[in-house]
Every structure is written in C-alpha cells, then in structure tokens.
C-alpha cells in the first residue's frame, strides 16, 4: 500500500477506489465534529467573526447552487482552521474535490424554502455555539448538520435510483 499523505498535504480520499463513500462521509463526519468542539474552545474573535459571516453569506446565498457551494465549504473550512489543529485542517481540505460536487448535489436536493432554511439553520447553530464558545452545543450542531446532508444525499441517491456517489 503506498502513502500519499505528505507534510505539505492529504491526498484526496477518494483517489483509493477501496474506499467508499459511507466510509468518507463517517470519516468527515467524525472530523468535522472534533473540529467544531475544538472550534468552540479554541477560537479566536476573528474566527468566530468569519465563521458566522460565512454561515450568513450561505443563508444570503442558498438559492443559488454555485455561489453557495464556495461559502459552505469555506464555511467547514474556517470551523477547522479555527480548531488551530493544522492536521485537521490539511484532512478537511484534501476533501474539496468530494465536496465540490456532493454540495452543490446536496444543495440541488433541497427544492423548497423550508429545506434550504433548514440547512442554513444548521450552519448558523454550528456558527453560533462556536461564537458563544460552546464546545457541546457546537458538536450537537456539527451532527445535527451532517444527519441533514447525509440524509439529502441519500434522498438524491434514491430520486435518482443510484447508489451514493460522487
């Protein structure tokens, strides 16, 4: 087996074709919770600045796919650096390629008001427990956010009549 993670980064995860796509979405999911309870302890008052910014700009921005898929990941993206774990950060980010498709895909699933109302519900609860230096209500929220968009992938999936992919 060779290894692909360098210092400089992590090679995308799904480069290995043994790895699935529910054995990503655990691995994030798991990730981005840690990073959101570090989040909350460790931020700075920038941080938190830009991590709520990000989740109004995805409020301001959810009716348009394109657009919103940049601040959604720039969103986890702050929520990880704000962690001040440069590991956590590096693996968050080698995950770009995969969410430059599964968030527009997810964002596509949400065709009514109330769904996209929702998910930026999700992004500002995480957002404001990391600004109120909450680590369990942060976490709370990170999952609360992931159960929504896995279950939007899965209802895409099924809509579709494929399996998970990307």
Known sequence: MSRTATI???????????????????????IELRTAELAAVTRTDEEAAEILALAEAI????????????SDIA???AVARASHNRLFLEIVQSFDPLMEVAVPSAWRTR??????????????A????????DPIAATMAMSAHFDSAIGDMLRAARLKGSAVSF
């Open 59 to 70: 409020g301001r921005e959810a009716g348009d796919v394109d657009t919103v898929t940049g």
């Open 126 to 133: 995480v957002a404001n427990a990391i600004h109120r230096r």
């Open 75 to 77: 969103f986890h993206e």
């Open 111 to 124: 065709t009514t008001e109330g769904q996209r109302r929702i998910m930026v519900e999700r992004h500002m």
């Open 8 to 30: 400089e980064g992590v090679e995308p995860p799904r480069s290995d074709p043994r790895i699935s796509v529910p054995e990503i979405w655990d691995v994030r999911r798991t």
